[in-house]
């Protein structure tokens, strides 16, 4: 009984002892794998901050409104609404024009110029598909959209 004894706590110290090298080698691992992650990354350009360049804006209530803001980056938009009363309350609608432009990612200048009244959004630009000649009906009644503007 001894013999078995003596074998058997023997067995275990080379079991803890596995272990701990086995343990061992996964944290050295686990390391080397960190260090090869955190190598030095490429250099990147922060880009320039936008400025505001210019800020127009008109308000008022259930009549009409207007702006136009203008950004150091070249981008641009103005536009201006007014509230179309109809006889029946539920045909009321805003009637709204406008354009924007701005500097794509190719270096070109694209501008849209749209409006949007009970016929729907209708942007126009020449990069802009035609449409296909359908044009959607919006399901919210102008009476619903005035009491969202304020």
Not at 22 to 46: E, S
Not at 143 to 149: D, I, K, P, V, W
Request: charge should be negative.
């Amino acid at each position: 009984m001894v013999i078995y004894k003596g074998c058997h706590s023997s067995w275990r110290n080379i079991q803890s002892s596995n272990i701990l090298v086995n343990m061992k080698l996964v944290l050295i691992l686990a390391a080397l794998i960190g260090f090869a992650c955190c190598r030095p990354q490429d250099r990147f350009q922060l880009a320039s901050p936008i400025y505001i360049t210019r800020y127009i804006n008109d308000f008022l209530p259930f009549q009409n409104y207007f702006y136009i803001y203008e950004q150091s980056d070249g981008q641009k938009k103005e536009e201006s609404g007014s509230y179309v009363e109809e006889t029946n309350p539920d045909e009321s609608y805003f009637a709204v024009k406008g354009s924007y432009s701005y500097v794509g990612d190719d270096g070109q200048n694209y501008n849209v110029s749209y409006t949007a009244d009970k016929d729907g959004f209708q942007p126009e630009g020449e990069h802009i598909p035609p449409s296909a000649g359908v044009k959607p009906k919006l399901g919210i009644s102008g009476a619903a959209l005035a009491s969202l503007s304020g």
